[in-house]
């Protein structure tokens, strides 16, 4: 790795959003760290793609939600420089309407997304602060500003980022450290196959399409550069109109 190179860690790495965020922030010149957790030879086959573009990339496996393995992960991988753009991307759905959902389904989604964004970033906040500079960007959704019905956990989640990535903005500000969270629509993944066709996107999406990850990426990218130094707080929709 380039002495000057940025280290960035994109949790959920190997998914549709994450590997386009991986692939940007690789383009950008920065060291990416791919986290998988199940996936990990998805995130090491990304990881040789970036390689074989002239990036650098590593792969990564913990379990977000286990507190002691992400922090013994995290804190070898802080050792001998912090990670200075860090990307909480991991989440999953578990949907159902509410009178029917099921304990498990609200504490699993609630688990990644929320008890995952303190295991990971919390290790990772004091090396950043020291080097007075960093990115931490939220992965959210559309949901979480806008509720979704059979989602009432997911949202709950999401919208629980949105009041963490503006809490956090506040205290670490003055530390040369922004904090945004990234909501996206609609967009053109795995996720989304079975669930909306094109008729539905149409009448659900003024763009009348779905969005690419590409197009979430950049917007990450753009949050991750040294130009959105004075952006923090925000929550930037990336929906094609709908809200």
Same mark, same amino acid.
């Given at each position: 790795?380039?002495?000057?190179?940025?280290?960035?860690?994109?949790?959920?790495?190997?998914?549709?959003?994450?590997?386009?965020?991986?692939?940007?922030?690789?383009?950008?010149?920065?060291?990416?760290?791919?986290?998988?957790?199940?996936?990990?030879?998805?995130?090491?086959?990304?990881?040789?793609?970036?390689?074989?573009?002239?990036?650098?990339?590593?792969?990564? /496996?913990?379990?977000?939600?286990?507190?002691? &393995? %992400? #922090?013994?992960?995290?804190?070898?991988? $802080? @050792?001998?420089?912090? !990670? +200075?753009?860090?990307?909480?991307?991991?989440?999953?759905?578990?949907?159902?309407?509410?009178?029917?959902?099921?304990?498990?389904?609200?504490?699993?989604?609630?688990?990644?997304?929320?008890?995952?964004?303190?295991?990971?970033?919390?290790?990772?906040?004091?090396?950043?602060?020291?080097?007075?500079?960093?990115?931490?960007?939220?992965?959210?959704?559309?949901?979480?500003?806008?509720?979704?019905?059979?989602?009432?956990?997911?949202?709950?989640?999401?919208?629980?980022?949105?009041?963490? /990535?503006?809490?956090?903005?506040?205290?670490? &500000? %003055? #530390?040369?450290?922004?904090?945004?969270? $990234? @909501?996206?629509?609609? !967009? +053109?993944?795995?996720?989304?196959?079975?669930?909306?066709?094109?008729?539905?996107?149409?009448?659900?999406?003024?763009?009348?399409?779905?969005?690419?990850?590409?197009?979430?990426?950049?917007?990450?990218?753009?949050?991750?550069?040294?130009?959105?130094?004075?952006?923090?707080?925000?929550?930037?929709?990336?929906?094609?109109?709908?809200?």
């Amino acid at each position: 790795m380039k002495p000057d190179m940025k280290r960035a860690l994109v949790t959920g790495g190997s998914g549709g959003i994450g590997a386009a965020i991986c692939r940007r922030l690789a383009a950008d010149g920065c060291y990416v760290y791919v986290h998988a957790n199940r996936n990990l030879a998805k995130a090491a086959a990304l990881v040789e793609e970036i390689r074989a573009s002239g990036g650098a990339a590593e792969a990564i /496996t913990f379990d977000v939600t286990d507190a002691e &393995a %992400s #922090r013994v992960a995290l804190e070898a991988l $802080v @050792a001998d420089a912090p !990670i +200075q753009i860090l990307v909480n991307n991991a989440g999953v759905h578990d949907d159902a309407v509410f009178p029917g959902m099921r304990a498990e389904q609200w504490h699993s989604v609630l688990d990644v997304s929320l008890n995952g964004f303190f295991h990971v970033t919390q290790p990772l906040t004091l090396p950043m602060i020291r080097g007075r500079w960093g990115r931490i960007i939220n992965i959210t959704s559309i949901a979480g500003l806008t509720g979704n019905r059979g989602q009432v956990n997911y949202a709950a989640a999401k919208g629980g980022l949105h009041a963490a /990535t503006k809490s956090l903005s506040l205290e670490l &500000a %003055s #530390r040369g450290i922004t904090v945004n969270a $990234v @909501a996206p629509g609609i !967009i +053109q993944t795995g996720m989304i196959e079975g669930v909306f066709d094109e008729k539905s996107i149409a009448a659900m999406v003024p763009m009348k399409r779905a969005g690419k990850p590409e197009e979430v990426a950049d917007l990450v990218g753009f949050l991750a550069s040294e130009q959105a130094s004075y952006i923090s707080g925000q929550i930037i929709s990336v929906n094609g109109g709908m809200i």
